[in-house]
Nanobody, 127 residues
Framework: QVQLVESGGGLVQAGGSLRLSCAAS????????MAWFRQPPGKEREFVAV????????YYADSMKSRFTISRDNAKNTMYLQMNSLKPEDTAIYYC????????????????????WGQGTQVTVSS
């Protein structure tokens, strides 16, 4: 059974940093694109960042481009999101996702293209 488990969320002051992790168990996603999405309170889920299977290509939502860094360690079957200069508007539940249907693809910004999801981790940024 495939599982994605996020960790690393928490409460941080504005300007602070957090690093989220997404560990995959079961079959490896080493050949598949993975992504981070988030859902702010009262809003729809939105794209944060995506990374291709090798980690050589990544893409970010505009508002996070200079502050967040997505990475992966395929040997550990784990993906990361380093978040710096956090703002109160970054408060959300953060989800990791994997696309098992398109190996070796660059990855998508659309949540509907991902078929495996974690349970989410809460990130709260206080002002």
């Amino acid at each position: 059974q495939v599982q994605l488990v996020e960790s690393g969320g928490g409460l941080v002051q504005a300007g602070g940093s957090l690093r989220l992790s997404c560990a995959a168990s079961g079959p490896t996603f080493a050949h598949n694109p993975m992504a981070w999405f988030r859902q702010p309170p009262g809003k729809e889920r939105e794209f944060v960042a995506v990374i291709n299977w090798s980690g050589g290509t990544s893409y970010y939502a505009d508002s996070m481009k200079s502050r967040f860094t997505i990475s992966r360690d395929n040997a550990k079957n784990t993906m990361y999101l380093q978040m710096n200069s956090l703002k109160p508007e970054d408060t959300a539940i953060y989800y990791c996702a994997a696309d098992s249907r398109r190996p070796f693809a660059a990855g998508s910004v659309y949540s509907s293209d991902y078929d495996y999801w974690g349970q989410g981790t809460q990130v709260t940024v206080s002002s």
